[in-house]
C-alpha cells in the first residue's frame, strides 16, 4: 500500500530551468511596485485619472486580454504534447501562441496610433504616462514572448522537442503565462476602474 | 491528445468567461463603482492563479514557491483596493 502511495504522488517541481523562475519572481515584483506607484499617483488626483480613463478603448482591452489567455492555452497544450512526446501536434500550437501574440502587438499598435491620433502622448497628462509606460513595458515583453515563441516553432518543425527535451520550451511558456497575468492585472488598473 | 480532455482548455473557457463577464457586464452601470472594481479586482486575482496553477503548472511546484507565488495576485488587489477606497470621491 505503501508503494501505491508513493507511486500517486507526482514529485514537487518548477517547470523549466530555475533561472526564469528567478526572473519571473523579479519581474512580479517590479510590476507590483509600479502598480503601488500608479494607485499612489491616482490617488493624488482620481478625477484626472478617471476622465481620461473614459478615453481608452474598453472593448479593445477585453479583445486583448481574451487574445492574450488564449495564447496562453495554446503554449500550455503545445507543453503538454511535448511531454507525451506528441510531437507532430507541437508546431501548430506554437505557432498559434506566436500567432496570437502578433496579433495583440498589432491591436496594441492600432491603440496607440488612435491614440497619437487624437494628440495623446504620454506628455499629455500623469494618466497618460502611465498608461504608454506600463503598456509599453508589457508590449516590450510580449515582442521577447512571440519572438521566443516562433524560434520554439521553427525548431519544433525539426521535432527538437519530447518529455526528455522540454526544458527550454517549459522555460519560454512560463514567461509567456508571466505576460498574460500581467494583462490580466494591468487591463481593469488603466480601462476598467471606474472612480467612487 | 483530445484538446477538450485537457484541464487547462476547462480553465481557458472558465477564464474567457470570467473576462467577459467583468468587461461586458460588471463594468457597465449597473453596478455601483465600488461593487464593479472590487468585482474586478477579486476577479482578476483569481484569474491570474489559475494561470499560475494550471498554465505555469505551480500546481506541481514546491509548496513555499507555489504559496509566495499564489500571495502575488491577492496581494496587488489588496494595495489596489487599498487605495481605490482611501482616494476621495469624485
Not at chain 1, 56 to 85: E, F, H, P
Not at chain 1, 160 to 173: F, G, R
Amino acid at each position: 500500500m505503501g508503494v501505491a502511495a508513493s507511486e500517486g504522488v507526482k514529485p514537487k517541481r518548477l517547470p523549466g530551468v530555475e533561472g526564469v523562475w528567478v526572473f519571473i519572481g523579479a519581474d512580479s515584483v517590479i510590476f507590483g511596485i509600479l502598480f503601488l506607484t500608479f494607485m499612489q499617483d491616482r490617488f493624488k488626483n482620481p478625477a484626472l485619472f478617471e476622465a481620461s480613463r473614459h478615453t481608452l478603448n474598453m472593448n479593445l482591452g477585453g479583445i486583448d486580454t481574451l487574445i492574450l489567455l488564449t495564447s496562453s492555452w495554446s503554449v500550455a497544450l503545445a507543453v503538454q504534447a511535448m511531454k507525451r512526446d506528441q510531437i507532430d501536434r507541437e508546431p501548430r500550437l506554437l505557432l498559434g501562441g506566436a500567432v496570437t501574440g502578433l496579433m495583440f502587438m498589432v491591436s496594441k499598435s492600432i491603440e496607440y496610433f488612435q491614440k497619437f491620433a487624437h494628440g495623446i502622448t504620454p506628455g499629455t497628462n500623469p494618466f497618460y504616462m502611465w498608461y504608454f509606460t506600463l503598456t509599453g513595458i508589457h508590449l516590450a515583453h510580449v515582442l521577447l514572448g512571440t519572438s521566443l515563441l516562433t524560434y520554439l516553432w521553427i525548431r519544433s518543425r525539426r521535432g527538437t522537442y519530447d518529455h526528455l527535451h522540454k526544458a527550454v520550451p517549459e522555460s519560454v511558456a512560463s514567461f509567456w503565462h508571466l505576460v498574460d497575468l500581467l494583462w490580466i492585472v494591468l487591463f481593469p488598473l488603466l480601462y476598467l476602474m471606474r472612480a467612487a | 491528445m483530445s484538446v477538450l480532455r485537457e484541464r487547462v482548455t476547462w480553465v481557458w473557457l472558465a477564464l474567457v468567461v470570467l473576462t467577459c463577464l467583468t468587461t461586458w457586464g460588471l463594468s457597465q452601470d449597473l453596478f455601483s463603482p465600488a461593487v464593479a472594481v472590487v468585482g474586478n479586482f477579486l476577479i482578476a486575482a483569481v484569474k491570474v492563479r489559475y494561470v499560475m496553477l494550471d498554465f505555469m503548472e505551480l500546481r506541481d511546484a514546491p509548496i513555499p514557491v507555489r504559496l509566495v507565488f499564489e500571495a502575488w495576485p491577492f496581494a496587488v488587489a489588496a494595495i489596489i483596493l487599498g487605495f481605490w477606497f482611501a482616494a476621495p470621491a469624485v
